[in-house]
C-alpha cells in the first residue's frame, strides 16, 4: 500500500520558518514534490525534486525562500520554508508520480501526480 505521509505544519509569524517533511511507503517514485491550496483558490504548484540526478524545480513564489530536499535512504522528502510571508498560508500537501518529469508543463501540474499526502496546515501570521 502506498502512502504519503506528511508532518511539520503549524502556526508561525511573519519572517519565521517551518520545515515539512513528507515520508513516502509502498514503492519509490521518480518524481516528488510540493503544492499547497489556499481557500478559494486553486491547488497550485511549489516545488518538486526529480529523485534521479536531483533536479530541483520552484515556483516564482517562494524561490530563493523555500528548498525542497530529500533522504533518498529514507524515500523522504522536505520543504524548508524561511522568511514565510501570510500569503503563504495554505494547506500544503506532497505528491508523488513514477514518471521523471523535466518539462515545467509537467512537474505543475496536479493531474501529473498519481499519489497525495493527507495535506498539512500552514498559516503565517502578520
Known amino acids: 500500500q502506498v502512502q504519503l505521509v506528511e508532518s511539520g505544519g503549524g502556526l508561525v509569524q511573519a519572517g519565521g520558518s517551518l520545515r515539512l517533511s513528507c515520508a513516502a511507503s509502498?514503492?519509490?517514485?521518480?518524481?516528488m514534490g510540493w503544492f499547497r491550496q489556499a481557500p478559494g483558490r486553486e491547488r497550485e504548484f511549489v516545488a518538486g525534486?526529480?529523485?534521479?540526478?536531483?533536479?530541483?524545480y520552484y515556483a516564482d513564489s517562494v524561490k530563493g525562500r523555500f528548498t525542497i530536499s530529500r533522504d533518498n535512504a529514507r524515500i523522504t522528502v522536505y520543504l524548508q520554508m524561511n522568511s514565510l510571508k501570510p500569503e503563504d498560508t495554505a494547506v500544503y500537501y506532497c505528491?508523488?508520480?513514477?514518471?521523471?518529469?523535466?518539462?515545467?508543463?509537467?512537474?505543475?501540474?496536479?493531474?501529473?501526480?498519481?499519489?497525495w499526502g493527507q495535506g498539512t496546515q500552514v498559516t503565517v501570521s502578520s
Open positions: 505528491a508523488a508520480s513514477p514518471l521523471t518529469y523535466y518539462s515545467s508543463k509537467d512537474y505543475t501540474r496536479p493531474g501529473g501526480y498519481d499519489y
Open positions: 525534486s526529480i529523485w534521479s540526478g536531483g533536479s530541483t
Open positions: 509502498g514503492r519509490t517514485f521518480s518524481t
